[in-house]
């Protein structure tokens, strides 16, 4: 396959992999290329995502490497190149890279959990409570670069509404339901809208009240997206440059116990619906 002069951050995760099962098995890249029968920079081009690979090739460097673990063998094939090109390639030009990446991994994702302080999920954002997100940026973004970001998150929350949509589990904090984004009008639009994505059997939406007290991870963003096996999950931070994601194990096992602990501080759904009705009869 030709080589690639910007990775995708899914060519590169797959890349990361196959370099992980690499080292697993013990092997320097100069051994992996002899028993693979390739050049020795064909393999460290592998591994950086620069040089694509088959899903017959992952299966093959599985074998060599000794791989026991069929479901992430079958799990990295299906992470070789689509020649499909995915919706959010008509904003490569546009946006940072690093968004189209957060699109994909979305895409792709079989569960997402959200854990956020400030704002509502992205993924559960009204058109007008966005705008008003990216209004608030520094450096202060140009009208049509916001519209284009408006555009763009609305576009992701195709994945909530597809034939089989994406499981997205979510703990609010009370501080981001009084927030009040764009004033009480855009707040009130937006606090009714989560109820009614609430009300959708693969939409879970919990509340961790004031009264909770302190909880771990305060403070932060997580978005957390499940991959086919748990070796694929990646742990996405929403920082004020953009997005970081983590996928090194120590930092998935990290990110899944505070969301662990959040969700035995948070509220029933049931009560979860019940207190932002009352968010709305207070605005």
Excluded at 118 to 135: D, K, N, S
Excluded at 210 to 222: K, L, R, V
Excluded at 268 to 279: G, P, R, Y
Aim: net charge neutral.
């Amino acid at each position: 396959m030709a080589m690639r002069g910007t990775p995708t951050g899914r060519q590169l995760r797959l890349g990361a992999e196959l370099r992980k099962m690499r080292e697993r098995a013990g092997l320097t890249s100069t051994q992996a290329a002899q028993l693979l029968g390739v050049k020795q920079n064909q393999v460290s081009n592998m591994e950086a995502g620069r040089h694509g690979v088959s899903p017959d090739r992952v299966r093959t460097i599985a074998c060599h490497y000794g791989c026991p673990d069929q479901a992430l063998v079958e799990a990295l094939a299906a992470m070789t190149p689509d020649r499909k090109r995915g919706w959010w390639e008509e904003y490569r030009e546009i946006l940072p890279a690093v968004l189209l990446d957060l699109a994909e991994l979305e895409h792709h994702a079989v569960r997402m959990r959200t854990a956020v302080t400030v704002h509502i999920p992205g993924l559960l954002q009204t058109t007008e409570y966005a705008r008003e997100i990216f209004r608030q940026a520094l450096p202060e973004l140009p009208q049509p670069q916001v519209e284009h970001r408006v555009s763009f998150r609305i576009k992701r929350q195709g994945i909530l509404f597809r034939d089989t949509p994406t499981a997205q589990d979510v703990i609010i904090h009370e501080a981001a339901l009084r927030m009040q984004f764009g004033g009480p009008d855009v707040t009130r639009e937006q606090l009714k809208y989560l109820l009614a994505m609430g009300e959708n059997d693969h939409v879970g939406i919990r509340v961790l009240p004031f009264a909770a007290g302190a909880y771990p991870g305060s403070g932060q963003q997580i978005y957390y997206c499940e991959g086919p096996v748990p070796q694929l999950d990646t742990a996405n931070l929403d920082q004020s440059h953009g997005p970081v994601f983590l996928d090194a194990e120590a930092q998935l096992d990290k990110y899944r116990l505070l969301l662990q602990r959040m969700d035995t501080m948070a509220l029933t759904a049931d009560e979860s619906q019940n207190f932002i009705h009352n968010v709305i009869k207070d605005l």
